[in-house]
């Protein structure tokens, strides 16, 4: 027994060396004026404020931010308000809608992408500068995460309760907001944090759908590795180093709080 | 009451309609694009183009390749990963869960381009392996998409089956090829979806890692270049034939909503 479990611990280990050890390397050269890996050079911050100061690079960064939380916003309330009405309604609707909120889930995002950008830009002919098909693009593949992380919580849900708020008097739209609404909440702020690192994650749709002067990290990135410049393709080893460590205590967080309210309910 | 359900049942109708706008129609648009020449003529010759062609045949091949040897080293290394996670009795699991896990959160541009510098050093000249390298690449992008369903799946087995079969004399080998194997089929199905279908289309990263063969997504990326949107809708249209068909294989065997799954952990 003793020997399995060694065996089973260094191969745990080997995988997570496997999955952390090329972020964990390129953050430590981050914090050096090398432009290679593997080339020894003293201790610099100068990566970091290139990443802070150059405005090409803040602007993608911010711009980035502001697509993944805007069009998780919207994701979220299309989402959330679909879910409700479908859960609602005759099972005919629901199968319906359910069925075509599948494809985009299944779907590969280049098809997406491109069936947006020809829909909307080619047949429709609105210009990719307006962001109109780039915002379409990016809610069109969180929705329907959101969708199905509200769903399960509304099956959940204990629907005599929204009956009692109606006979005391409650109007729906009151009824659904305090007490629809709190019982799946936790189903909606799921579907919101993944409509965001989806949002952030994509590089297929917003290469099809977005203007030419705009890019998010992914189509930066991999523009930038295209190009030779070294002060951008080390600045970027600086944001690598700044994401992880963003998710890193977002996790921790998430984790210390639930561990807190786990303590609470004990 | 009749008028109180009706309203709910509303909330049904945006969402509806956004399915409609920005999935099904894309994907109509995509079908008569598929089968149209550039003077809106119907046509089969991109079908035919495409399946005469020795150079699009053999993307169809190369494609199939990369994604079948990527799945099979995803599921070589996870399954094994989720097995030994599921059954630890580390007190911190679910932070080592979490440890595997977390790249997903991080930008995938940003993961290969660190994988791409530790490669280049390692290999010195990354055009030497091409296959080699796009396997690790795409390994490396989506090991955490196979781990987690496996994991669910196992996690959630009802343990006194193992016990019961070895009581009824099964060893430990008989044990898991006739118990936990065949229970853990939902969770495989999963991740192998989830790994197969985007190792077919996603060519960002074999750009990144210098590999300038084609595979099913480069063929989109370069008709949308060359804003050939009959050619490209065509592609589109046969990923998406082979997306059907997978689905349609592995439907009622997958664990559910495992996509999902990645934010409810948030």
Not at chain 1, 112 to 127: A, D, E, K, P, Q
Not at chain 2, 142 to 170: C, N, V
Not at chain 2, 258 to 264: F, Y
Request: proline share 4%.
């Amino acid at each position: 027994m003793k020997k399995t479990s060694a065996a089973s611990g260094i191969f745990i280990g080997l995988v997570l060396v496997f999955l952390y050890a090329p972020i964990l390397i390129l953050a430590v050269y981050s914090f050096t004026g090398a432009a290679n890996i593997g080339a020894i050079r003293s201790f610099s911050l100068h990566n970091y404020v290139t990443l802070f100061t150059t405005p090409e690079l803040r602007d993608m960064i911010l711009g980035t931010l502001a697509l993944a939380f805007g069009s998780a916003a919207l994701a979220t309330i299309l989402g959330t308000v679909g879910a409700i009405g479908a859960f609602y309604s005759s099972r005919k609707v629901n199968s319906g809608i359910s069925t075509i909120n599948q494809i985009p889930v299944i779907n590969a995002d280049v098809v997406t992408g491109f069936s947006i950008c020809i829909l909307l830009v080619v047949v429709l002919g609105i210009s990719k500068d307006t962001y109109i098909p780039l915002v379409a693009g990016h809610v069109t593949l969180c929705a329907p995460f959101v969708f199905l992380s509200v769903t399960p919580k509304l099956k959940q849900m204990d629907s005599s309760i929204y009956e009692a708020a109606l006979d005391l008097g409650a109007t729906p739209f009151t009824a659904l907001k305090s007490v629809v609404l709190p019982q799946i909440i936790s189903g909606v702020i799921s579907g919101f944090s993944l409509a965001i690192t989806l949002s952030l994650d994509d590089y297929f749709i917003a290469t099809y759908t977005k203007p030419a002067t705009f890019d998010t990290i992914s189509t930066y990135v991999v523009n930038a590795t295209k190009g030779s410049q070294t002060t951008i393709k080390t600045a970027l080893w600086a944001l690598s180093t700044v994401i992880f460590l963003v998710v890193i205590l977002i996790v921790a967080g998430s984790n210390i709080r639930a561990l807190r309210a786990e303590g609470r309910e004990a | 009451m009749t008028a109180l359900r009706f309203s709910r049942k509303n909330l049904a109708l945006p969402y509806a309609l956004f399915l409609l706008v920005f999935v099904a129609a894309p994907l109509l648009v995509l079908f008569y694009y598929a089968f149209t020449n550039g003077q809106g003529h119907f046509t089969l010759g991109n079908l035919t183009g495409f399946f005469t062609d020795p150079n699009t045949l053999g993307t169809l091949c190369y494609s199939f390749a990369i994604a079948a040897v990527t799945t099979l080293v995803c599921l070589l290394i996870a399954y094994p990963t989720a097995y030994i996670l599921a059954n630890s009795r580390f007190k911190q699991k679910s932070v080592l869960v979490m440890l595997f896990i977390m790249p997903m959160w991080i930008n995938f541009s940003l993961r290969i381009t660190a994988l791409k510098e530790i490669l280049t050093l390692i290999e010195g000249n990354l055009a030497m392996f091409p296959f080699f390298n796009a396997v690790i690449g795409m390994t490396y992008d989506f090991l955490p998409f196979m781990i987690l369903p496996i994991y669910t799946t196992l996690s959630k087995m009802d343990r006194s089956l193992i016990e019961a079969a070895k009581d009824l004399g099964a060893d430990e080998k008989a044990a898991f090829l006739k118990i936990t194997l065949p229970l853990s089929v939902p969770g495989i199905v999963s991740g192998v979806s989830m790994v197969f279908l985007p190792a077919m289309t996603n060519y960002v990263v074999l750009d990144m890692l210098y590999n300038s063969t084609y595979i099913m997504g480069s063929l989109i990326g370069s008709y949308f270049s060359a804003y050939n949107w009959h050619g490209g809708s065509m592609i589109a249209l046969i990923l998406l034939a082979i997306i059907c068909i997978f689905t349609l294989l592995t439907s009622g065997m997958e664990e559910e909503d495992s996509r999902a799954m990645g934010g409810a952990r948030l």
